[in-house]
């Protein structure tokens, strides 16, 4: 499914997810309550003009994308700071696991650092 065949819950809930923001975060940063976060998430109300801006804002994004679904207004500085966002969900994940999920992802993560460090030589 395209971004254009998407609802606007749709490209919001997929931002949020992408990015790593809880909803209480984003309603915060937004300036909105969760109950009204709530509202665009989960019935498909469209925020007003000045709410939509904010939101698109903290999501570093655009209006456009996040009401219409048009890529072609994405700023381009928001494929440049990808590898924050990636950064960003694996830190949600870490914050996730348990002490000995944290031990065995660890480990992992530095067996995959000294394979790709033994390939860069």
């Not at 909105?32 to 019935?43: A, E, K, P, S, V």
């Not at 949600?92 to 390939?119: C, D, H, M, W």
Request: charge should be neutral.
């Amino acid at each position: 499914m395209s971004d254009v065949e998407k609802s606007f819950k749709e490209r919001l809930t997929e931002e949020l997810n992408y990015q790593g923001l809880s909803n209480k975060e984003f309603a915060q940063k937004v300036g909105i309550n969760i109950g009204t976060l709530g509202m665009y998430l989960y019935r498909g109300s469209i925020p007003a003009a000045d709410v939509a801006v904010k939101m698109a804002q903290v999501l570093n994004t655009t209006v456009e994308y996040l009401v219409l679904g048009t890529d072609k207004n994405v700023p381009v500085s928001k494929t440049n700071t990808k590898s924050e966002w990636q950064k960003k969900e694996i830190n949600t994940i870490l914050n996730a696991l348990s002490p000995a999920q944290l031990t065995a992802f660890l480990e992992i993560a530095r067996a995959y650092k000294r394979g790709v460090e033994s390939e860069e030589v």
